[in-house]
């Protein structure tokens, strides 16, 4: 019975890491590797909202962005689930003097009507209440690298 019980646990394991993975896939438009990046202010900036990711699970989603961005680039994920918005931050290292992730977080969080966000100069997270307002705090991320 215990063997069995093992079993089962490592089994709901298995599929709760596939869901999760499927559901990064979707969010980023079918986990093709379609680069959708655009130029701010001479650096390339990839923003946007995605559904049903949790917070937690944006993390690899933005890593693997930065990744794809190589140098000089931005990311800047809302998430969008159970109604709430959860904004995540990353920054590619040579950009890490010129901008703070925290403090791009922060103003994103203050235009989704939230308050605070924190992290580290290269990768920052914060929520708010109103996943409605998710592409505002985008936009405050793109209009804080362009002035």
Excluded: C, H
Excluded at 26 to 35: F, V
Excluded at 84 to 105: C, E, H, Y
């Amino acid at each position: 019975m215990p063997a069995r019980v093992e079993a089962l646990i490592a089994e709901r394991r298995k599929l709760e890491r596939d869901l999760t993975e499927a559901r990064q896939k979707l969010a980023m438009g079918g986990g093709g590797s379609a680069a959708t990046s655009e130029t701010v202010a001479g650096m390339q900036f990839d923003g946007r909202v995605v559904e049903g990711v949790s917070a937690k699970d944006m993390r690899p989603l933005v890593d693997e962005a930065r990744k794809r961005l190589g140098q000089n680039g931005v990311v800047a994920y809302a998430a969008v689930n159970e109604g709430k918005a959860a904004i995540t931050i990353a920054l590619t290292s040579d950009l890490v003097g010129r901008f703070d992730a925290a403090v791009l977080a922060r103003a994103a969080v203050a235009a989704m009507g939230g308050q605070g966000a924190g992290g580290k100069p290269d990768f920052a997270q914060g929520g708010a209440p109103d996943g409605a307002k998710a592409a505002d705090g985008v936009a405050a991320v793109k209009a804080a690298l362009a002035g």
